[in-house]
């Protein structure tokens, strides 16, 4: 690997991103080896996105790390499926990247399969062939790779995977997809991408260059909130799993369901105008949405 950013630093600059998600990724009342594994997990997770985001730099570190050549590395397909290659290597063989060969110990400790992994690269592949979807079951259909992938690695990471557990987490995690989308319309305009499904923006009377305006329309905030009522139905739904687990594992589950809850009274306080800002909940709506969770209320 001569040539390349030394293994710590290409590391660091994907983990130190940890602090800035709306979500906590590993936070400190959890066990230390539950840490260090949701660590290696987030590292891959982020990984891929910036991947698919086109937010690493054309033939640096990380494409050099996973042996593509500068020519190939402006794109993003190539160095998915170089990534796809490389994650193979973490279950029958020695991975490149160094965040891969971090997460292989994980992977072998807590006996982790390949699918959640491959899922989260399969959803950002489709964001380099699809921008647009027409109706709502297509966005679920994506989010059952872009989001739900994550839930079941945290509950398999703390040995705490149902089929039960597992249906209410994907509800959990879609809802936060759902969210997020909400919160970064703008953003994600700005990379071609539209997450509001098709025939709902035909039926509140929504059109593309609606989207684009510096402030949110009626018709649009009449749309967003019809969508975080979806995603508040689906925390709703899978909020039993957090009674389902003791511990720290139960605040953990909790600050994911308050985070997505705190995010949409943010959008609601904000009017639904997600324009002109992303809508962010503060840690005082945060806590207090967690403290409702925890004693069983909401």
Not at 76 to 94: I, N, Q
Not at 246 to 275: N, S, T
């Amino acid at each position: 690997m001569t040539g390349t950013a030394p293994a710590p630093d290409l590391e660091r600059a994907t983990l130190d991103k940890a602090a800035s998600e709306n979500f906590p990724v590993a936070p400190f009342f959890l066990p230390r080896a539950w840490r260090d594994d949701l660590m290696a997990v987030y590292g891959f997770a982020r990984l891929v996105d910036d991947i698919g985001d086109g937010d690493l730099a054309p033939g640096g570190a990380d494409a050099r790390a996973l042996g593509v050549s500068p020519a190939g590395a402006a794109d993003r397909l190539v160095l998915l499926d170089a990534f796809e290659a490389d994650l193979r290597r973490v279950f029958d063989g020695t991975p490149r990247h160094p965040l891969l060969r971090r997460l292989q110990p994980t992977v072998r400790r807590r006996a982790l399969t390949p699918e959640p992994f491959l899922g989260l690269i399969a959803a950002n592949r489709q964001d380099q062939l699809v921008t647009r979807y027409e109706t709502y079951d297509d966005l679920l259909a994506y989010c059952e790779l872009s989001a739900n992938p994550v839930g079941r690695l945290v509950l398999a990471v703390t040995g705490t995977s149902t089929p039960e557990r597992i249906r209410l987490s994907d509800a959990i995690c879609t809802a936060l997809q759902i969210v997020e989308h909400l919160q970064d319309v703008a953003e994600d305009l700005g990379r071609d991408r539209i997450y509001l499904p098709a025939e709902d923006m035909k039926r509140f009377h929504v059109e593309e260059a609606d989207l684009s305006a510096k402030t949110t329309g009626a018709s649009v905030r009449t749309l967003v909130a019809y969508e975080a009522q979806r995603a508040r139905d689906l925390l709703n739904e899978g909020a039993p799993l957090v009674g389902s687990v003791h511990g720290r594992l139960k605040l953990l589950l909790a600050g994911f369901v308050a985070g997505g809850k705190a995010a949409i009274r943010a959008i609601a306080a904000a009017e639904y105008d997600v324009l002109s800002g992303p809508p962010r909940p503060g840690k005082v709506q945060l806590l207090r949405e967690a403290g409702v969770i925890l004693r069983g209320e909401g």
